[in-house]
């Protein structure tokens, strides 16, 4: 680095350009003017920069969550997994043989996998059906 007054620096011996604060050593570089504006330090903010309007809340441009949006979003969501269910479906036809106590079945190794994850969904929502049944009794129990 080099001194105000252009002397070498220690480090690399070549002499260094004098550069006022102001300037910022590339030639032809300037700031936009956005930029000039603002103060070079940082704890030197404008006033505009860092307070909030009068009602306490920013400013938002965004638009407000409804509920057909939301619908909108799971049909999306729900369209994405049915295509991403199909492909797996897809690309497990090999047919297996199924065997559930006594019965047993061929079907394609994906169909039986989804029929599993299935009956795996429908037993704990029955287990969470009865805990909130119960959790509602316990409530009522509670307000008389």
Not at 25 to 40: F, K, R, T, V
Not at 66 to 76: D, E, M, N, P, V
């Amino acid at each position: 680095m080099a001194s105000k007054s252009g002397e070498p620096s220690k480090d690399h011996g070549t002499p260094q350009p004098d550069l006022d604060d102001t300037q910022s050593g590339y030639e032809g570089w300037s700031e936009p003017e956005e930029m000039a504006d603002l103060p070079q330090s940082g704890s030197e903010l404008p006033v505009s920069a860092t307070s909030t309007p009068p009602h306490g809340k920013a400013h938002s441009t965004a638009l407000p969550h409804t509920r057909a949006g939301a619908w909108w979003s799971a049909l999306i969501i729900g369209a994405l997994l049915l295509i991403l269910l199909l492909v797996f479906i897809l690309q497990n036809l090999a047919s297996t043989t199924i065997f559930v106590l006594f019965w047993e079945w061929d079907m394609p190794l994906g169909v039986a996998l989804l029929g599993a994850a299935i009956l795996g969904i429908l037993i704990a929502a029955c287990i969470g059906g009865v805990r909130i049944l119960q959790l509602r009794r316990t409530a009522r129990k509670g307000l008389r």
